[in-house]
């Protein structure tokens, strides 16, 4: 199984981007697929997640400016991130947990920077 992530970069406030997480390696779809994110000293926090059933939620600091979506056709999933702060400067890491498995797989990140 392999996640890799991609479409971080720095922007500015007010800004937009949006991340890329591919996935391989998985023989069904994955029971849910999540966006995190971290800065240094500080513990990984939920950012969205969205689940095999379509069921999505967001952590309350990016409601109403980031999007979780997924295409299953080419196993990526996405995070639409607009009016992006400061405060959203962080490493985004992608995560998924498989139908059978008892653990989650991780992407390397990447980072999302925002100037103040």
């Known amino acids: 199984v392999r996640l890799v992530e991609s479409g971080g970069g720095s922007v500015q406030a007010g800004g937009s981007l949006r991340l890329s997480c591919a996935a391989s390696g998985y023989t069904a779809s994955p029971n849910w697929m999540a966006w995190f994110r971290q800065i240094p000293g500080k513990e990984r926090e939920t950012v969205a997640i969205i689940f095999s059933n379509g069921n999505s939620y967001y952590a309350d600091s990016v409601k109403g400016r980031f999007t979780i979506s997924q295409d299953n056709a080419k196993n990526t999933l996405y995070l639409q991130m607009n009016s992006l702060k400061p405060e959203d400067t962080a490493m985004y890491y992608c995560?998924?947990?498989?139908?059978?498995?008892?653990?989650?797989?991780w992407g390397q990140g990447t980072q999302v920077t925002v100037p103040s």
């Open positions: 995560a998924a947990r498989g139908q059978w498995s008892s653990k989650n797989d």
